[in-house]
């Protein structure tokens, strides 16, 4: 599957994010739990020069929770700070204010610490700023030396936050990124073939999550991709004119519904695999 792929807006996102970087003591980079890398951006690095990298496992209440301390440990074996939170979540978001307030204010009376969020499209930033910042994130006003109209909101008397985040496209040379971050919901819906999306969604579930399948559309998962959709039309009354199954919005239900957790925990990617199921679709033309 071909995934269209023409983010205009980037160049523009880009120097928006250099230029707002230098203001800040930490960026936070939010990961999608369900795959960390393909939701990663590999060139925030170079973007974030002398920044220090925090990597927020977002949305982590959706991800297999074995998977995802998997990735907790590779992050750390790699020196870098990693956390997952469920941005939904006050108690999980205020754990993440503590490792912050933990690794910069070493002592009381502190000068706030200043961080930006940055993250690609629907991983949630918007989401953690709202639950980070509260009812209390008023906004502090513009501050000099700041570019004209940046603000800050106030988490606490340590930390502040730029109040518009960073939004990032990651490069998808990797056919796989591209397809998993369509089935997260980053990708726009124009931009992609949802019916061929869900067959290949569909074949990773009955290898990885069949008990997933099962539960959720009670299928035989045995079938091939196009059989267990057409069933799942069938099962939920999606029939069109002369009963014939309405494999779109068949499709559309499964993303939606994966999205929405309603199979249940599932991770895209593990941090041990090697070779499998994604390296397939890679390779393949
Ligand atoms: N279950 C769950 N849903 C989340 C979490 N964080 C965000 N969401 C949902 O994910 C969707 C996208 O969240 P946003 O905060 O709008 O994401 P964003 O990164 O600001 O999106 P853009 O503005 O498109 O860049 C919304 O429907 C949120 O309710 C989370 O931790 N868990």
């Given at each position: 599957m071909e995934i269209q792929w023409y983010p205009g807006h980037m160049a523009k996102a880009r120097k928006i994010i250099k230029q707002n970087i230098r203001l800040v003591d930490a960026v936070i980079e939010l990961v999608d739990a369900r795959a960390p890398l393909a939701s990663h951006l590999p060139d925030l690095d170079e973007l974030s020069g002398g920044a220090q990298k925090i990597v927020v496992l977002n949305k982590a209440d959706l991800a297999d929770e074995r998977v995802t301390g998997m990735w907790i440990k590779k992050f750390r074996e790699m020196q870098l700070e990693a956390l997952d939170v469920n941005s939904m979540d006050r108690h999980s978001v205020k754990r993440l204010i503590n490792l912050i307030t933990t690794i910069y204010c070493?002592?009381?009376?502190?000068r706030p610490t200043r961080c930006m969020i940055i993250g690609i499209p629907n991983v949630g930033k918007s989401s953690i700023i709202n639950q980070m910042a509260g009812r209390k994130g008023a906004r502090t006003g513009d501050i000099p030396g700041v570019t004209k109209g940046k603000m800050w909101l106030k988490v606490n008397k340590e930390l502040e936050l730029l109040d518009t985040p960073g939004i990032l496209w990651p490069k998808f040379e990797d056919k796989a990124i591209g397809i998993k971050l369509a089935i997260l919901g980053s990708i726009k819906e124009e931009l992609i073939n949802i019916e061929e999306l869900s067959y290949i969604f569909l074949e990773f579930l009955s290898k990885e999550y069949p008990h997933s399948l099962r539960e959720r559309y009670?299928?035989?998962?045995?079938?091939s991709p196009r059989e267990m959709l057409n069933d799942i039309a069938f099962k939920r009354g999606f029939?069109?004119?002369?009963?014939?199954?309405d494999m779109e919005r068949s499709a559309k239900t499964l993303l939606m519904e994966y999205r929405q957790g309603k199979l249940g925990?599932?991770?895209?990617?593990?941090?041990?695999?090697?070779?499998g199921f994604w390296q397939n679709i890679s390779n393949q033309e």
């Amino acid at each position: 599957m071909e995934i269209q792929w023409y983010p205009g807006h980037m160049a523009k996102a880009r120097k928006i994010i250099k230029q707002n970087i230098r203001l800040v003591d930490a960026v936070i980079e939010l990961v999608d739990a369900r795959a960390p890398l393909a939701s990663h951006l590999p060139d925030l690095d170079e973007l974030s020069g002398g920044a220090q990298k925090i990597v927020v496992l977002n949305k982590a209440d959706l991800a297999d929770e074995r998977v995802t301390g998997m990735w907790i440990k590779k992050f750390r074996e790699m020196q870098l700070e990693a956390l997952d939170v469920n941005s939904m979540d006050r108690h999980s978001v205020k754990r993440l204010i503590n490792l912050i307030t933990t690794i910069y204010c070493k002592k009381p009376g502190c000068r706030p610490t200043r961080c930006m969020i940055i993250g690609i499209p629907n991983v949630g930033k918007s989401s953690i700023i709202n639950q980070m910042a509260g009812r209390k994130g008023a906004r502090t006003g513009d501050i000099p030396g700041v570019t004209k109209g940046k603000m800050w909101l106030k988490v606490n008397k340590e930390l502040e936050l730029l109040d518009t985040p960073g939004i990032l496209w990651p490069k998808f040379e990797d056919k796989a990124i591209g397809i998993k971050l369509a089935i997260l919901g980053s990708i726009k819906e124009e931009l992609i073939n949802i019916e061929e999306l869900s067959y290949i969604f569909l074949e990773f579930l009955s290898k990885e999550y069949p008990h997933s399948l099962r539960e959720r559309y009670k299928i035989d998962v045995g079938k091939s991709p196009r059989e267990m959709l057409n069933d799942i039309a069938f099962k939920r009354g999606f029939l069109m004119a002369g009963g014939v199954p309405d494999m779109e919005r068949s499709a559309k239900t499964l993303l939606m519904e994966y999205r929405q957790g309603k199979l249940g925990r599932i991770s895209l990617e593990n941090p041990d695999e090697q070779g499998g199921f994604w390296q397939n679709i890679s390779n393949q033309e």
